[in-house]
């Protein structure tokens, strides 16, 4: 059996965290097991989860611009006392330029994985642009959940190359069918009638999720369609924000905040449309997710085309303001539908993914 080592920076319910334990979860776990490093011990929702399935989890100290050498030291410790690792899968890129060589170094065989295309604006985002460049130097092999966020983080000349593999943000197909009785009795636990319009979003509360202009679009929508509620699924650093902004529009009977969620499947049942107006993505698996329940989805047009896998995906400019929201949300056909055989020929059907990445992982592990 392989251990692979994946650098997840936390283990908070993210959309890169997400993909990993669905594909942990999918994989042979008697042919490969995962560990975890992560550098914000006080982020560990996803800890039991992980835990249960057999992997270890380790910490090492937040990167803060100021502490590279105890960064190296640490790392290069972890390394001389953990000999059991290949291969080292990272999903973070702001600093791991400077734990790759020492991966490296060590034997290890290295695997950087693209899931976004922006680090914002900014000072601190132009820091983590120029600190990810060596990463395409470093790193053996390169993953990208959209050839969008392959492009973004190693260039085109990588993602054409040999070393370049997509791997899609798949998900369970089991676990997202459409059911008629789950949408009920969700609606019932939620306090919400056959008679509301649902709305919901899925997503941590970060900048990239752009909430603040969600909120504003759902506001004015409830003054021409007063029996709607919005779902937010998630949470995080700007939740005092959200909250605050919720009052101040005065939605806030309107709008049931769910916090972080392990049954995600379960709350798309209870809705009618799924609202996705992020700034900047990688490739949003939740997108996915909700298309697999047959639910019409709403998105940026920020996002990668990949995530359009059905006709129930419909592209709306986020910089036009949000009144061409609310009128497409007044408009749209929330008919639901089964896609699911699409989704599967498009590769997002997790066990396919789980065996490729698999046969991967042992090619590695015996070079």
Same mark, same amino acid.
């Given at each position: 059996?392989?251990?692979?080592?994946?650098?997840i920076g936390s283990l908070d319910c993210g959309g890169s965290q997400m993909m990993v334990i669905n594909l942990?979860?999918?994989?042979?776990?008697?042919?490969?097991?995962?560990?975890?490093?992560?550098?914000?011990?006080?982020?560990?929702?996803?800890? !039991?989860? *992980?835990?249960?399935?057999?992997?270890? #989890?380790?910490?090492?100290?937040?990167?803060?611009?100021?502490?590279?050498?105890?960064?190296?030291? *640490?790392?290069?410790?972890?390394?001389?006392?953990?000999?059991?690792?290949?291969?080292? &899968?990272?999903?973070?890129?702001?600093?791991?330029?400077?734990?790759? !060589?020492?991966?490296?170094?060590?034997?290890?065989?290295?695997?950087?994985?693209?899931?976004?295309?922006?680090?914002?604006?900014?000072?601190?985002?132009?820091?983590?642009?120029?600190?990810?460049?060596?990463?395409?130097?470093?790193?053996?092999?390169?993953?990208?959940?959209?050839?969008?966020?392959?492009?973004?983080?190693?260039?085109?000349?990588?993602?054409?190359?040999?070393?370049?593999?997509?791997?899609?943000?798949?998900?369970?197909?089991?676990?997202?069918?459409?059911?008629?009785?789950?949408?009920?009795?969700?609606?019932?636990?939620?306090?919400?009638?056959?008679?509301?319009?649902?709305?919901?979003?899925?997503?941590?509360?970060?900048?990239?999720?752009?909430?603040?202009?969600?909120?504003? *679009?759902?506001?004015?929508?409830?003054?021409?369609?007063?029996?709607s509620t919005l779902l937010l699924v998630g949470d995080g650093q700007l939740r005092p924000d959200i909250e605050?902004?919720?009052?101040?529009?005065? #939605?806030?009977?309107? *709008?049931?905040?769910?916090?972080?969620?392990?049954?995600?499947?379960? #709350?798309?049942?209870?809705?009618?449309? %799924?609202?996705? !107006?992020?700034?900047?993505?990688?490739?949003?698996?939740?997108?996915?997710?909700?298309?697999?329940?047959?639910? !019409?989805?709403?998105?940026?047009?920020?996002?990668?085309?990949?995530?359009?896998?059905?006709?129930?995906? &419909?592209?709306?400019?986020?910089?036009?303001?949000?009144?061409?929201?609310?009128?497409?949300?007044?408009?749209?056909?929330?008919?639901?539908?089964?896609?699911?055989?699409?989704?599967?020929?498009?590769? %997002?059907?997790?066990?396919?993914?789980?065996?490729?990445?698999?046969e991967f992982y042992e090619k590695l592990a015996n070079e």
């Open positions: 059996m392989i251990r692979v080592l994946h650098m942990y979860k999918a994989i042979d776990r008697s042919r490969v097991q995962f560990d975890f490093v992560i550098d914000h011990s006080d982020q560990r929702a996803l800890a !039991p989860v *992980v835990e249960s399935l057999g992997a270890n #989890i380790y910490e090492m100290p937040t990167y803060k611009g100021v502490n590279i050498g105890k960064v190296k030291r *640490v790392w290069e410790q972890f390394f001389t006392q953990h000999l059991e690792y290949k291969i080292l &899968h990272v999903h973070v890129r702001s600093y791991a330029s400077l734990f790759i !060589p020492i991966a490296k170094k060590h034997g290890l065989i290295t695997i950087v994985h693209s899931h976004s295309t922006s680090n914002g604006n900014g000072i601190k985002a132009a820091v983590k642009d120029a600190m990810q460049l060596p990463i395409r130097w470093q790193a053996d092999y390169f993953f990208g959940c959209s050839k969008k966020a392959g492009e973004w983080l190693f260039g085109n000349k990588i993602v054409n190359g040999p070393r370049y593999h997509m791997l899609p943000n798949s998900i369970d197909m089991n676990l997202y069918k459409y059911n008629a009785i789950d949408r009920k009795k969700c609606r019932d636990e939620l306090g919400v009638s056959e008679t509301q319009k649902v709305y919901v979003h899925v997503g941590r509360f970060h900048p990239a999720k752009n909430h603040k202009f969600l909120l504003d *679009v759902f506001a004015k929508l409830i003054k021409k369609q007063s029996n605050n902004q919720m009052q101040t529009l005065g #939605i806030e009977r309107n *709008v049931l905040l769910l916090g972080h969620r392990d049954d995600v499947h379960y #709350i798309l049942q209870a809705a009618d449309c %799924f609202l996705f !107006p992020s700034r900047w993505e990688g490739l949003p698996v939740t997108v996915v997710e909700a298309q697999a329940v047959g639910l !019409p989805c709403l998105i940026s047009d920020n996002i990668s085309d990949d995530v359009c896998i059905s006709d129930l995906v &419909h592209k709306i400019p986020i910089n036009h303001g949000e009144d061409i929201w609310v009128d497409t949300m007044l408009t749209f056909d929330y008919s639901r539908r089964d896609v699911s055989e699409e989704i599967k020929k498009a590769g %997002f059907d997790v066990s396919a993914t789980a065996q490729w990445l698999t």
